[in-house]
T-cell receptor, first 113, second 115 residues
Framework: GAGVSQSPRYKVAKRGQDVALRCDPISGHVSLFWYQQALGQGPEFLTY????????KSGLPSDRFFAERPEGSVSTLKIQRTQQEDSAVYLCASSPPFGYEQYFGPGTRLTVT | QQQVKQSPQSLIVQKGGIPIINCAYE??????FPWYQQFPGKGPALLIAIRPDVSEKKEGRFTISFNKSAKQFSLHIMDSQPGDSATYFCAASIGSGGSNYKLTFGKGTLLTVNP
């Protein structure tokens, strides 16, 4: 079946612009995670949804970052007033009910100029 | 505070060799330990994972060894091939009610397998 998909794959934003990154999880997966991966580093947790409920947003680096999953499937990560330090790959992962495995999408590479 | 420490940072082996990547963790509440493989421009792909109730798990050419008392686990790749050249990440998480929870990753190991 189809894996996790993310769009766009690449995004270039001027500093100060708002961006929206989309994640389509694997069908039937109730858990959805966003991670940020800086160049040459491991992914770092941003936020977690179970269905439409955002249960943990402790990893969001500032109040410029906002995530939603209104119908419990597709999720959007929004970054307002982008800064250069926001440049990274943003990864989405989903997990099946009562499953430990997390399956990652290809990521969105965000470059802020 | 880095909760999962991974070593080495990079590793070069010859084809057929057995690269070993090590990870150490601090949080004794972690109860799920996966390894991911990542190729350039791709997302991490789950390779193999272990729970702390076993000391070893094998899947194909990949083996995890787990030492609960030492809070360490390692990945062994048997008969390594040039196609195994990638970055490998260990990770750990705390399960909650049987469901996975956020992963804490190591910094990664860049493996190169020479032909």
């Amino acid at each position: 079946g189809a894996g996790v998909s993310q769009s766009p794959r690449y995004k270039v934003a001027k500093r100060g612009q708002d961006v929206a990154l989309r994640c389509d999880p694997i069908s039937g997966h109730v858990s959805l995670f966003w991670y940020q991966q800086a160049l040459g580093q491991g992914p770092e947790f941003l936020t977690y949804f179970q269905n439409e409920a955002q249960l943990d947003k402790s990893g969001l680096p500032s109040d410029r970052f906002f995530a939603e999953r209104p119908e419990g499937s597709v999720s959007t990560l929004k970054i307002q007033r982008t800064q250069q330090e926001d440049s990274a790959v943003y990864l989405c992962a989903s997990s099946p009910p009562f499953g430990y495995e997390q399956y990652f999408g290809p990521g969105t590479r965000l470059t802020v100029t | 505070q880095q909760q999962v420490k991974q070593s080495p940072q990079s590793l070069i082996v010859q084809k057929g060799g057995i690269p070993i990547i090590n990870c150490a963790y601090e949080n004794t509440a972690f109860d799920y330990f996966p390894w991911y493989q990542q190729f350039p421009g791709k997302g991490p792909a789950l390779l193999i994972a272990i729970r702390p109730d076993v000391s070893e798990k094998k899947e194909g050419r990949f083996t995890i060894s787990f030492n609960k008392s030492a809070k360490q686990f390692s990945l062994h790749i048997m008969d390594s091939q040039p196609g195994d050249s990638a970055t490998y990440f260990c990770a750990a998480s705390i399960g909650s009610g049987g469901s996975n929870y956020k992963l804490t990753f190591g910094k990664g190991t860049l493996l190169t397998v020479n032909p």
